[in-house]
T-cell receptor
């Protein structure tokens, strides 16, 4: 069964620190992997999309990595800010259609002053 | 440029009532979709459309109807609300192409009593 597993479920860090969120998937065939940020009470916002051939992609202080061989991805947040407090959702596209997106349950990040 | 607009933001229904959740976009995106988000679960696809006049079922379509008469609008109808439909509903759009990011609205929080 196609699955996307994220870890940890939740994380608390101090402002200014770095952190890394993990995503493991079993989706096949694979088209692309996406990371979204969801603030409380808002819809998810796209951070990155990576295809099979891309192993690193950055968006400001957010850097996503992809190892398609081991089916693992990570999202690294550098110099965290209070505004980074949100849920981060890993999504894997099964291939060929926007209708076949497999969503992880998300990691809830809290950044404390 | 409003992006994706969902109305209403909140709604309380009694079991058996019907209602329509509205979604409008001004980005001229061909792809539109409805998701529901429940605690402890990833987003799940209800219905989607790849263009005006074309709709298809997602993972959890039972109890919901959609239509797509224009590019801009994609309403979601609950035919006879049930407590199991208590959830947060998100509309999401994308340009054509499987590597296009989804653009989400800010959701409708629905409670069925």
């Amino acid at each position: 069964k196609n699955q996307v597993e994220q870890s940890p479920q939740s994380l608390i860090i101090l402002e200014g620190k770095n952190c890394t969120l993990q995503c493991n998937y079993t989706v096949s065939p694979f088209s692309n992997l996406r990371w979204y940020k969801q603030d409380t009470g808002r819809g998810p916002v796209s951070l990155t999309i990576m295809t099979f051939s891309e192993n690193t992609k950055s968006n400001g202080r957010y850097t996503a990595t992809l190892d398609a061989d081991t089916k693992q991805s990570s999202l690294h947040i550098t110099a965290s800010q209070l505004s980074d407090s949100a849920s981060y959702i890993c999504v894997v596209s099964e291939g060929g259609s926007q209708g076949n997106l497999i969503f992880g349950k998300g990691t809830k990040l809290s950044v404390k002053p | 440029n409003a992006g994706v607009t969902q109305t209403p933001k909140f709604q309380v229904l009694k079991t058996g009532q019907s209602m329509t959740l509205q979604c409008a976009q001004d980005m001229n995106h061909e792809y539109m979709s409805w998701y529901r988000q429940d605690p402890g679960m990833g987003l799940r696809l209800i219905h989607y459309s790849v263009g005006a006049g074309i709709t298809d079922q997602g993972e959890v379509p039972n109890g919901y109807n959609v239509s797509r008469s224009t590019t801009e609008d994609f309403p979601l109808r609950l035919l006879s609300a049930a407590p199991s439909q208590t959830s947060v509903y998100f509309c999401a759009t994308a340009r054509s192409g499987y590597n296009s990011p989804l653009h989400f609205g800010n959701g409708t929080r629905l409670t069925v009593t």
